[in-house]
């Protein structure tokens, strides 16, 4: 059988050809509409993948015709919920990714299972929407097995991916309305405290971080100075004061001074020290 991918289902349920509907209808195990199915294919790199889906009565359309494909059946089915199962891969290399589709022989029914979002922005959505994922659910989704992630459609707009996470089993596990389903939290990381130099009354404005800048070539005004073979960088007015202020302690673990200079002396009279190096308003940084 072959897949076909649609997007803008909206659910994790499939659709089967006529001829395979009419055979599940005639197993005497299959007691409803909604039957737990094992899909199985063979990966990019030879290994066999499988995955469980539920088929809730609706039938797929038409067959894949084609030189490669021939005259096959397809199974149908979301193409964010093929990408979950672990799909992607083939279906970026092949046309027609070729399943094979039987009746899954063992299900359990789970009375609790948890979930995990894959991100922080996953839990927030699910945070905002809880009302309306509890009952919305068991309408997307009917089975789940350990590691599958599953995607949710917030009012067919927003989607999240959860994470199956409690499951030891290696069983599908089909939900039901008896079966308690848990999201996990997912927060986000809290931000990292950086060290500040000054008094917490006293901390003049300094910028702990800063977009990425451009490293430009030194104008041919300054080449005559005589430090020009030294390494110089801007350095704001309010950071220099504040350094100045502030002198970092003369240890050997110290890589840099600051202290102002006026333009063409070489020497160090009339310097101010401080915890780098600075040259009418450039900042010069090496080894002590």
């Not at 469980?52 to 359309?61: D, I, L, Q």
């Not at 005259?71 to 193409?79: F, G, I, Q, R, Y």
């Not at 964010?80 to 399943?99: E, I, K």
Request: include cysteine; proline fraction near 9%.
């Amino acid at each position: 059988m072959r897949l076909r991918v649609k997007p803008g289902l909206r659910h994790c349920f499939v659709a089967l050809p006529s001829s395979f509907t009419h055979r599940l209808r005639e197993d005497a195990a299959v007691s409803s509409g909604t039957v737990v199915l094992e899909l199985q294919w063979t990966g990019l790199d030879g290994e066999n993948c499988r995955a469980f889906v539920c088929w809730n009565g609706a039938v797929s359309g038409g067959k894949i015709r084609g030189s490669d494909a021939g005259n096959a059946e397809v199974l149908e089915m979301d193409e964010a919920f093929a990408r979950c199962l672990g799909l992607g891969p083939m279906l970026a290399v092949y046309r027609n990714v070729q399943l094979r589709v039987q009746r899954a022989l063992v299900v359990e029914f789970p009375r609790r299972v948890e979930l995990e979002p894959c991100t922080p922005d996953d839990w927030e959505l699910v945070e905002l929407h809880a009302g309306y994922l509890e009952a919305e659910i068991l309408r997307q989704i009917a089975v789940v097995y350990a590691g599958q992630t599953l995607p949710i459609w917030i009012h067919a707009q927003k989607l999240v991916q959860l994470r199956v996470v409690n499951v030891s089993s290696r069983a599908p596990q089909r939900l039901s309305t008896s079966t308690e389903v848990v999201v996990a939290p997912c927060l986000r990381p809290p931000p990292v405290a950086h060290a500040h130099p000054f008094p917490e009354d006293d901390a003049p404005p300094v910028f702990l971080a800063s977009p990425p800048l451009r490293v430009q070539p030194q104008p041919a005004r300054r080449q005559h100075w005589p430090f020009q073979a030294q390494t110089v960088i801007a350095l704001h007015p309010s950071t220099y004061r504040a350094a100045l202020r502030n002198p970092a302690p003369a240890t050997d673990q110290a890589l840099a001074r600051i202290s102002q200079r006026v333009r063409g002396r070489g020497n160090r009279e009339g310097q101010r020290e401080g915890c780098g190096s600075l040259v009418t308003g450039f900042e010069e940084v090496g080894p002590r």
